[in-house]
């Protein structure tokens, strides 16, 4: 039961690299997120999908870049990292849009560190 | 104003107690409400969804008042079990763009 799976688990960057976190979730959801977690400051959402092929902007999404080619995954960019993108990158997806009272699925999270 | 404010707590009681938690939002608009648990390093998974009628679910108990723009989880005879960090999360259509705000969370640690 993989449920949605998140890689790589843990990361060290430099400033001014680039990476790509990988979001895949095997539940057949339409829907899918990608949220930052910092202390005290709670999830905020930084980029959504509500199908393969489509994204939409969140709370927070300057600095970040997605895509969904594929159904099953969502690709999380960071082309120039800064040290306040370190935080814990969580990715989520649904059946349904979050306003039908549909639970989210998170995945167990990406701690990065950017030096 | 945060969207979604909870108290951060910690709320420490012992075995057995009952305990409360509240949140409120400052969005009349919202639609969906709901309660996860995060436990230390882990991901956030869904306790319980919070319907207009309220509900339960075994020892677990969440109201909604839309008139006042608060919820609340209520947890009967805690376990040591409990202990983990309990999010507020609030949905709503923002000129068309879905919005989700989580809560900062209100930690538990229940006690023997």
Request: with cysteine; glycine share 8%.
């Amino acid at each position: 039961n993989a449920g949605v799976t998140q890689t790589p688990k843990f990361r060290v960057l430099k400033t001014g690299q680039s990476m790509t976190l990988l979001c895949a979730q095997d539940m057949n959801h339409e829907y899918m997120y990608w949220y930052r977690q910092d202390p005290g400051m709670g999830l905020r959402l930084i980029h959504y999908s509500v199908g393969e092929g489509t994204t939409a902007k969140g709370e927070v999404p300057d600095g970040y870049n997605v895509s969904r080619l594929k159904k099953q995954n969502f690709l999380l960019g960071l082309e120039s990292a800064a040290p306040s993108q370190t935080s814990v990158y969580f990715c989520a997806s649904s059946l349904r849009d979050i306003t039908s009272n549909q639970p989210q699925h998170f995945g167990d999270g990406t701690r990065l560190s950017i030096l | 104003r945060k969207e979604v404010e909870q108290d951060p707590g910690p709320f420490n009681v012992p075995e057995g107690a009952t305990v409360a938690f509240n949140c409120t939002y400052s969005n009349s608009a919202s639609q969906s409400f709901f309660w996860y648990r995060q436990d230390c390093r882990k991901e956030p998974k869904l306790l319980m969804s919070v319907y207009s009628s309220g509900n339960e679910d075994g020892r677990f108990t969440a109201q909604l008042n839309r008139a006042s723009q608060y919820i609340s989880l209520l947890i009967r005879d805690s376990k040591l079990s409990d202990s983990a960090t309990y999010l507020c999360v609030v949905t709503h259509l923002d000129t068309g763009r879905r919005a989700l705000t989580f809560g900062s969370g209100t930690r538990l640690q229940v006690q023997p």
